[in-house]
């Protein structure tokens, strides 16, 4: 997915030439993957994805927004605030469409061949691609990339952890084999490496210093994306500017696409500020993600006379699932009886704070694949039932005879008995009311800090906090900007956070990363809980080996149950379509692709819209 959605199979859009050398059952070389074994959309050849306008015109300037700041150029490292947008700069072996489910199609990589077992996977260097200064991109840069990476940070440690050997078989042709078979995703995985210039890295700046890729720069970078990054404003301003010399742009994959002269993004400290910023034009887009404004601040001139356009877009949402929520650091003891963590959520008056708050507008989340086909349903049975007999012995006894489901709020009367079931629950797990303190059998009051990024979600946070400090708990909130959020999570310096988890419509390998043992005392991986249990690693290891569709369906639902069953997070809520407003300058594709809104990647300048609205113009 993206780290992206993961595929779960490969399928033939055509084959780029069987050498002699192909064994039975090797797949020969091919030029796509896709999701189920079924032929890809677009057959070998193709004239440009069918969502992009191939007349686009190349002009003009996007102006984007991003939240913190930055201090690095350098995407390799663990540490620091890489700039948002280096991958304008840098480029993939394989390239997603959006039209499609997990399907990918050759970028530097022209092709792509592997065993029947999924053992192994070799990729074949297109022979034209290049870097921006000239020198042609090698499979020696990928497998250098792949090292550092690795080297590096630990994030990337964890996630190419089935590599067990990367070669060069022979020129233009990289090999990654893995330490287990029958893993479907590897080869999927491995397409979406970033490649970086070794040439470049290992070279000297202009003030003849040698680079050092494990140091942070802010250097202006070299790739072989269609983008060069040509400025900044340290801290406040990124500005990338289109190639005219893109060695791939009129690939297939790129007819249509990139279209602007310049991207630029501008950095902010604060949403409300960002948001006023957005007001005086000095950004092109914004994405809405607190309700109240969307209902109520949107009634400034530019949006009344049209030179701003509100509008919701669904296709975002239709690919993927989400869980967000307030997350318990399991590795604290005061966190480690499901109970405890069960009565925090008795706390959560969501139906209040969407009546209060949220105008209507959001629904609770209960499950950890919510808003796609993936979420659980009813009671376990067939394949699924099959699934959860395998590990009974290892998953809590409820998933078997109830459904998840979240407290129910809203009134004043429900409160106090979601309250008083808090208190129960709390009470089973060793704690007592002394006087209006909660305390344990030391006599230590319970609380907790809840971590935010940023203070969007104080509210809802301290809402949470004044129902606990109700019945006798401590419990306060602290909100810190970006790069202090992210160095928290990081180092595990948190007592409950707010985080999230998005996820495809093919769960796999990523499962490892975000709830799996082996990644529970990772730097930097988004096992941000500290899950470490044995039954949902089995479970895991049911969707990552999975044969087929079905299995996969349920094994996730499966794993979904056992997940809520242990109440690692308090789900709290989410919108299934996404609330934009722009400046009026810019056109798109009559049809939009399936699951993007596409912004600003195949959208174009409208001269015409522009010289109506105003401000930003044309370079």
Avoid: C
Wanted: aromatic fraction near 14%; charged fraction near 25%.
């Amino acid at each position: 997915m993206k780290l992206h959605a993961l595929a779960l199979s490969i399928a033939i859009i055509g084959t780029l030439g069987m050498p002699a050398a192909a064994q039975e059952g090797d797949s020969g070389w091919l030029s796509a993957y896709t999701i189920d074994g079924s032929p890809p959309k677009y057959p070998e050849g193709f004239a440009h994805f069918d969502y992009v306008n191939p007349d686009a015109p190349k002009a003009g300037t996007v102006r984007v927004s991003a939240l913190g700041s930055f201090d690095t150029f350098n995407p390799v490292l663990p540490q620091g605030e890489v700039a948002t947008g280096l991958g304008l700069v840098y480029e993939t072996l394989f390239t997603p469409s959006q039209d499609e489910l997990s399907t990918s199609y050759g970028l530097i990589a022209e092709a792509v061949r592997y065993p029947s077992d999924f053992s192994s996977v070799t990729f074949r260097i297109d022979p034209d691609a290049r870097w921006a200064d000239g020198e042609p991109v090698t499979a020696e840069d990928v497998l250098w990339s792949y090292e550092k990476l690795v080297e590096l940070n630990p994030f990337y440690a964890d996630y190419y952890a089935n590599v067990s050997e990367a070669t060069i078989p022979e020129p233009g042709q990289i090999t990654f084999v893995f330490d287990e078979a029958g893993n479907r995703e590897l080869p999927y995985i491995m397409s979406q490496i970033l490649v970086l210039p070794r040439h470049w890295w290992e070279g000297s700046n202009a003030g003849g210093e040698t680079r050092d890729v494990g140091s942070s720069t802010l250097e202006l970078p070299m790739g072989s994306g269609p983008y060069e990054l040509s400025g900044f404003v340290p801290g406040r301003t990124v500005t990338f500017t289109l190639r005219d010399d893109y060695w791939a742009a009129d690939r297939p994959v790129n007819v249509g696409q990139n279209n602007f002269d310049e991207y630029r993004v501008e950095y902010f400290r604060d949403t409300t500020v960002m948001f006023e910023a957005f007001k005086g034009d000095e950004f092109d887009w914004w994405s809405e993600n607190v309700a109240r404004r969307w209902a109520t601040a949107y009634n400034f001139p530019a949006v009344e006379d049209g030179r701003v356009i509100l509008e919701e877009f669904e296709e975002p949402y239709r690919d993927s699932g989400v869980m967000v929520g307030f997350g318990f650091n399991l590795r604290l003891d005061k966190f480690s009886d499901p109970r405890v963590r069960e009565a925090v959520n008795y706390a959560f008056d969501f139906e209040e704070l969407n009546r209060t708050l949220f105008y209507g507008q959001y629904e609770r989340i209960d499950s950890y694949f919510y808003s796609s086909d993936l979420r659980h349903d009813g009671l376990p049975e067939g394949e699924e039932m099959t699934i959860l007999e395998d590990v009974r012995d290892m998953v809590p006894s409820s998933v078997f005879t109830e459904r998840y489901t979240n407290p129910t709020g809203g009134s004043e009367d429900a409160l106090r008995e979601n309250l008083r079931t808090a208190l129960q629950l709390f009470n089973e797990a060793g704690y007592t009311l002394d006087g209006n303190r909660l305390v344990d059998a030391n006599g230590e009051q319970f609380g907790f800090e809840i971590l935010l990024n940023g203070p969007t979600i104080e509210p809802i946070a301290l809402h949470l906090a004044d129902n606990l400090n109700r019945i006798g708990a401590n419990v306060t909130v602290r909100s810190v900007d970006s790069p202090q959020y992210v160095n928290r999570l990081r180092d595990r310096d948190f007592e409950v956070a707010y985080v999230s988890w998005a996820q495809s419509l093919s769960p796999g390998n990523e499962q490892r990363g975000y709830w799996g043992s082996g990644s529970a005392d990772v730097e930097s991986s988004r096992n941000y809980l500290g899950i470490a249990d044995p039954g949902i690693d089995a479970l895991i290891d049911k969707i990552v080996f999975a044969d087929d569709r079905e299995t996969l369906e349920a094994a996730t639902k499966a794993l979904d149950r056992v997940l809520l069953a242990h109440h690692f997070i308090v789900p709290s809520y989410v919108i299934t379509y996404a609330r934009t407003a722009r400046w009026n300058r810019f056109s798109h594709p009559e049809t939009l692709p399936t699951y993007s809104i596409g912004f600003p990647t195949i959208w174009w300048w409208d001269e015409e819209k522009a010289q109506e609205t105003g401000g930003a113009t044309a370079n």
